[in-house]
Each structure stands twice: as structure tokens, then as C-alpha cells.
């Protein structure tokens, strides 16, 4: 295979990871987690000017214990902004989606281990009048 074949291999398996992404988080469905988070990952933001981190444990309770967007109706608004492949075993996605109402910019960095993408780590900033 030769490099840019591989590029683009890699591109659409992050690509699909992230659209069920998506999917876990406007379905609100948990059974997702384990097939794009690896076990290791944390999701992190700044709230009230602290650093605020959670194992997926916690993720999985913060995801189990929220209404899902699509229990309540809501149109699903979300996308793949970049997606930056820095080696072999690294890369960076931003996607953009709505939940709730609220408007969220989420910055997930992959890690390739065994031949498989997982997310390792998830950034994000909620914000209620749009994105930024």
C-alpha cells in the first residue's frame, strides 16, 4: 500500500469513528463508547475557570443520565470541521454539534494502536448562543 493510500485509509476510518461519534452523542447511546473511546481516554473542559476531567466512567454516567437530543426532538446539527493525520499512529479531529440546545466544539485526538483507531482524548467548549 503505498503512502497515500494509506493516508486515505486512515482518513476514512477516522472519519467513520467519528460519525458514530456523532451518533453516541445525539442517540445518547452508551453501547457506542467502547467502539471509539479507548479505555484510557478522558474528556476535559474549563468551567468557571477550572479544568474539569473524567475518566470514561464518568463520561459514560454524564452520557446515560442526560436526556438524548433525539428523545426530546431536537434537529441534529453537527460536523466534521478537520481532520489532521500527523503520523502513522496520531491524529486531531474538530467537529462541531448541538446538544441540547447547547452548541459544543469538541477537539478529539486519535491514537492508532493494533492496527485500530481510538479516541484517547476529547476538549470541548459548550457554549448557549452558537458556535465560535
Known amino acids: 500500500m503505498n503512502e497515500i493510500t494509506l493516508i486515505a485509509d486512515n482518513l476514512v476510518k477516522i472519519e467513520n469513528i467519528i460519525k458514530i461519534y456523532l451518533d453516541l452523542l445525539y442517540k445518547g447511546d452508551i453501547d457506542l463508547i467502547e467502539s471509539v473511546f479507548l479505555q484510557e481516554a478522558t474528556v476535559s473542559s474549563v468551567s468557571d475557570g477550572k479544568i474539569i476531567s473524567i475518566n470514561m466512567d464518568g463520561f459514560r454516567k454524564r452520557i446515560a443520565t442526560r436526556q438524548s437530543s433525539e428523545s426530546v426532538g431536537e ?3 453537527d460536523k466534521i470541521i478537520m481532520i489532521d493525520i500527523s503520523s502513522p499512529t496520531t491524529a486531531i479531529a474538530k467537529v462541531q454539534c448541538m446538544i441540547l440546545k447547547n452548541y459544543y466544539t469538541d477537539y478529539l485526538t ?7 483507531w481510538g479516541i484517547i482524548s476529547k476538549v470541548f467548549h459548550m457554549s448557549h448562543s452558537g458556535w465560535t
Open 75 to 77: 434537529t441534529r446539527h
Open 110 to 116: 486519535f491514537i492508532k494502536v493494533r492496527e485500530k
